[in-house]
């Protein structure tokens, strides 16, 4: 079965750090592109980042660049993502999600982060 | 305020046919594939239609997509209750360099 679990998420206070992770199972990670989105609370969706297959490739949504950077270890099987400097705007439930078919072809359940003081 | 424009509820009955639309531009709809997503209730999101109109497996083919020009459009016959659910349109926009959502449509069934 195709599986993405993320974990990582918490309470953090502005201007604070976290690394989400994101383990997948099921399928050949190393051979797929990978992306995070976002939900804000009674919100819609929202992309952050993608890395492609091998990690040499990233992009992200201008309201995350500088602050969070996407990597991966494909021998480990997991994606992360390390968020810095976070904002009150940063929080929400964090999907990952496996690109496929030029989509988003598998989520997770999500990983909820709580910036707050 | 979204990039691609999405109604914020539709409505129908059982068994009825309803139709959400995505509006978008040159730079995303107008020259990149458009993907849907369904999100039920307290649950991840889960791809619908992808490449306007291909469904992947496992998709009822009471849905449906369809694109013209920059705007596109999902189709859900036969209406059941359990398509309660929001739906969000995306793609690849070129000029930002970024994928796009719509702001979502929440489809009751009444």
């Known amino acids: 079965e195709v599986q993405l679990v993320e974990s990582g998420g918490g309470l953090v206070q502005p201007g604070g750090s976290l690394r989400l992770s994101c383990a997948a199972s099921?399928?050949?990670?190393?051979?797929?592109?990978m992306h995070w989105v976002r939900q804000a609370p009674g919100k819609g969706l929202v992309w952050i980042s993608y890395i492609n297959s091998d990690g040499s490739r990233t992009n992200y949504a201008d309201s995350v660049k500088g602050r969070f950077t996407i990597s991966r270890d494909n021998a480990k099987n997991t994606l992360y993502l390390q968020m810095n400097s976070l904002r009150a705007e940063d929080t929400a439930l964090y999907y990952c999600?496996?690109?496929?078919?030029?989509?988003?072809?598998?989520w997770g359940q999500g990983t909820m982060v709580t910036v707050s003081s | 305020q979204s990039v691609l424009t999405q109604p914020p509820s539709a409505s129908g009955t059982p068994g009825q046919r309803v139709t959400i639309s995505c509006s978008g531009s040159s730079s995303n709809i107008g020259i990149k594939t458009v993907n849907w997503y369904q999100q039920l209730p307290g649950s991840a999101p889960k791809l619908l239609i992808y490449?306007?109109?291909q469904r992947p497996s496992g998709v009822p083919d009471r849905f449906s997509g369809s694109k013209s020009g920059t705007s596109a459009s999902l189709a859900i016959s036969g209406l059941h209750s359990e398509d309660e659910a929001d739906y969000y349109c995306s793609a690849w926009d070129d000029s930002l360099n970024a994928w796009v959502f719509g702001g979502g449509t929440k489809l009751t069934v009444l």
């Open positions: 099921g399928f050949t990670f190393s051979n797929d592109w």
């Open positions: 999600a496996r690109g496929a078919k030029n989509a988003f072809g598998i």
């Open positions: 490449s306007d109109n």
